[in-house]
């Protein structure tokens, strides 16, 4: 498809993970940044994509000893970090850490930003957003993470209004009677297979090629520099006395900016991953909001 536009607001997560084991030397906290000897734990999802191998190598030749711990279940990284057996994890985006803390009352804090996974808009009816007559219904998924997503993706395309600006509790009742399309949440498994009875929908990311389409087809694509996207951004997590931990924030960098590790999470992300070094104070700042509105919907 020819015309592709970058709107705001959604990232698929790359969450999954469970401990697989957790002790030994933490990096010390002085002032004086990295030094030898070091040792780092970062808990991560994915340790065999080979780009880990590249980060851990990198790390080194700053006189960071990286150790990762790999993961397959989303609920036991968070804690390890809490505990004290980690040092660092690197598998979330905003919104589940803030869904973390404030289950678990904790107070994990992310100090760097990796990238955003985007969630698209497709059609195989119409080239661009613009063709999408009015009245036409679009399909979102059903579950409440991405039908939000989705639906504040709709929104930053122009085809649909929510109600107070939207947020990542929206659901299809929060579609404005004004907006230009209708709206239908379908399983997420199906959004992709409804698109020769619709004018287009948000399919995943996981279902994208099984429908036999692939990134480039999307017609509408996040924009991680709009605000909205913020809580869809992965980040490093630390505990909050180890925010400012100069050998931690040195991690980060490294992350952000040695090309071979970016060049390898675009690589295991099939192209779709949108890097990003977004401020780590805007992401606390998100952080802080959406842990509000968890509570304020509690």
């Keep these: ?61 700053e006189g960071i000893e990286v150790e990762l711990v790999d993961f397959s279940e989303y609920t036991q990284p968070n804690p390890a970090l809490s505990a004290g057996e980690l040092d660092l994890n690197q598998f979330q985006h905003v919104i589940y850490l803030a869904t973390y803390n404030v289950a678990g009352d904790d107070d994990l804090q992310p100090i760097g930003a990796t990238a955003i996974y985007p969630l698209g808009l497709y059609s195989s009816q119409h080239d661009s957003v613009e063709d999408i007559p009015a009245g036409a219904t679009v399909a979102v998924p059903n579950d409440e993470s991405n039908q939000a997503r989705g639906l504040l993706v709709l929104q930053s395309a122009g085809l649909i209004e929510l109600k107070d600006g939207g947020s990542i509790f929206s659901t299809v009742a929060d579609v404005e009677p004004s907006s230009k399309v209708k709206v239908e949440a379908l399983d997420a498994a199906l959004t992709a297979t409804s698109l020769p009875d619709v004018a287009a929908a948000i399919i995943n990311n996981d279902f994208v090629g099984d429908a036999g389409l692939s990134f480039e087809d999307a017609i509408a694509v996040d924009d991680p520099s709009d605000p909205n996207a913020l ?51 805007d992401l606390v700042a998100s952080l802080n909001d959406v842990e509000e509105d968890i509570r304020a919907n509690q």
Aim: hydrophobic residues 45%.
């Design 1 to 61: 498809m020819s015309k592709k536009i970058t709107i705001a607001a959604a990232a698929t997560l790359p969450l999954a993970l469970l401990l697989a084991g957790c002790a030994g030397a933490s990096a010390e906290t002085g002032a004086g940044g990295a030094g030898t000897d070091e040792v780092v734990r970062i808990g991560v999802v994915g340790a065999g994509d080979p780009y880990w191998e590249t980060y851990k190598e990198a790390a080194a030749a």
């Design 231 to 281: 809580p869809y951004v992965n980040i490093f997590a630390a505990r909050a006395e180890d925010a400012d931990n100069p050998t931690y924030l040195k991690l980060v960098e490294i992350y952000q900016t040695t090309q071979d590790v970016l060049d390898g999470v675009q690589e295991a992300s099939g192209g779709t991953a949108v890097l990003l070094d977004t401020p780590a104070e």
